[in-house]
């Protein structure tokens, strides 16, 4: 069983950087994995999403350029550097995880199995 946990949201101004991280207690090595933001009354989008090997990447055009995703197999990790944060990046942040997955990324929320809880990003001007 997988048991996302993120961690590092926090409230910044806007120009300010901040890291995300996602854990779980096993093994994160055949998941591909992703980070989606949900801001209230809107759906959640993608934001960026990593193969499994961590060797593919993709990021949404809100946030390319700004925004670097990482996995480290090693660590059961996942992270997501986001710098020059914008008051329209604030949303709650999730981590999800695909398992079984062979290549590539994944960019539905449907494709995912697990789910984090959430991680808070308050981005003012």
């Known amino acids: 069983q997988v048991h996302l946990v993120e961690a590092g949201g926090g409230s910044v101004q806007a120009g300010d950087s901040l890291t995300l991280s996602c854990e779980d207690p096993?093994?994160?090595?055949?998941?591909?994995m992703a980070w989606f933001r949900q801001d209230p009354g809107k759906e959640r989008e993608v934001v960026a999403a990593?193969?499994?090997?961590?060797?593919?990447?993709y990021y949404s055009d809100a946030v390319k350029g700004r925004f670097t995703i990482s996995k480290d197999n090693a660590k059961n990790t996942m992270s997501i550097q986001m710098n020059d944060l914008k008051p329209e990046d604030t949303a709650v942040y999730y981590c999800?995880?695909?398992?079984?997955?062979?290549?590539?990324?994944?960019?539905?929320?449907?494709?995912?199995?697990?789910w984090g809880k959430g991680a808070l990003v308050i981005v003012s001007s």
């Open positions: 990593i193969s499994w090997k961590g060797d593919d990447s």
């Open positions: 096993g093994n994160l090595l055949n998941y591909a």
């Open positions: 999800a995880a695909k398992r079984g997955t062979i290549w590539g990324f994944y960019i539905r929320s449907s494709d995912y199995d697990y």
